[in-house]
């Protein structure tokens, strides 16, 4: 394979100044591409990646917003006028205990991760290469694996798994192909808005990496390969497919989230 495969191309990155989409924005850059369209609503987040190539270019825009959608369809235009590779990968993870759900988080997690790649796929499409385009979503082993307490950040990644499944043959007659990585415990940000202190995060992902076959947990390098992999012009013939990144978790059965600051029981009662 070509080692610049995204020579010339136009990617979006949706939530790239952090965590797995950052790693994943700045693999594209290295890969060739032209410019890498990284979205997200901390400006000072997407200047620190903007700081590190200059095939980077920021945008800072809400995926919930019909606006924010906009506003990285007119960067794609100005910057190549096209789309090659459309990454889904902002999303917030909240807890909603079924007894308790917060449905206000619930909105947020439907709004964020669902809405925004419905909204940004619709206002892009006419952007997006056809044929060659690619689609890659980052949706999450809870979207097949069930995780108490997280039903609803649940629901909306096997809503990502159904949207990549649906796409992927809505519209391979155009030649645009959907795939999607599914990642278990990957260390981010995106853990620190449920109430636990860093050091509480860091002692549960001990506890993940002892669970796991294959003896630790992610790190955003073990997912933004696959998204390139999928993206790569090469493996043209790669549709509708959800990659599972977790080193073996799905091997094990599914157990009380150790993550939970809830302490309800989960288990049945029969
Ligand atoms: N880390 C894991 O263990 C794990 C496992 C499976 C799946 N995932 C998925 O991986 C994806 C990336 O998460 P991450 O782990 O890399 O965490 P992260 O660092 O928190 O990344 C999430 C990104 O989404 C952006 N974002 C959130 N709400 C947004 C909005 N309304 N509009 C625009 N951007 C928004 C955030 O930027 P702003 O806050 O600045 O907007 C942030 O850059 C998510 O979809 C997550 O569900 C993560």
């Known amino acids: 394979m070509s080692e610049k495969p995204f020579a010339g191309q136009t990617v979006v990155v949706t939530g790239g100044g952090t965590g797995i989409g950052r790693a994943t924005a700045l693999a594209f850059a ?62 917030i993870y909240r807890q909603t205990p079924v007894g308790e759900a917060d449905i206000q988080l619930a909105r947020d997690m439907v709004e964020t991760n669902i809405i925004g790649p419905v909204l940004l796929t619709k206002v892009l499409l006419p952007l997006i290469t056809a044929p060659g385009g690619s689609i890659v979503f980052v949706s999450s082993v809870a979207g097949h694996n069930p995780e108490p307490y997280a039903a609803m950040y649940a629901v909306t990644k096997a809503g990502a798994h159904s949207l990549t499944l649906t796409w992927a043959k809505e519209l391979a007659n155009r030649g645009i192909r959907v795939n999607a990585v599914a990642p278990s415990a990957v260390r981010t940000e995106v853990y620190d808005a449920n109430g636990l202190t860093p050091d509480q995060i860091d002692g549960i992902f001990k506890m993940f990496a002892s669970n796991n076959p294959l003896g630790r947990t992610g790190v955003v390098e073990d997912v933004a390969p696959w998204i390139l992999h999928f993206a790569n012009p090469a493996n043209s013939w790669v549709t509708g497919q959800i990659l599972t990144i977790d080193g073996g978790f799905d091997l094990t059965s599914s157990s009380d ?4 600051p809830y302490t309800g029981p989960s288990e049945a009662a029969w």
Not at 257 to 260: D, G
Request: charged share 20%.
């Open 30 to 91: 290295d890969a060739g591409a032209a410019h890498v369209i990284v979205t997200g609503r901390r400006q000072s987040r997407l200047d620190q990646i903007a700081a590190l190539s200059p095939a980077i270019v920021k945008v800072q825009a809400d995926v919930r917003t019909e606006e924010g959608a906009e506003q990285v369809a007119q960067a794609a235009q100005k910057h190549g006028g096209k789309v090659d590779v459309l990454v889904h990968n902002a999303g």
């Open 257 to 260: 989230s150790p993550y939970s």
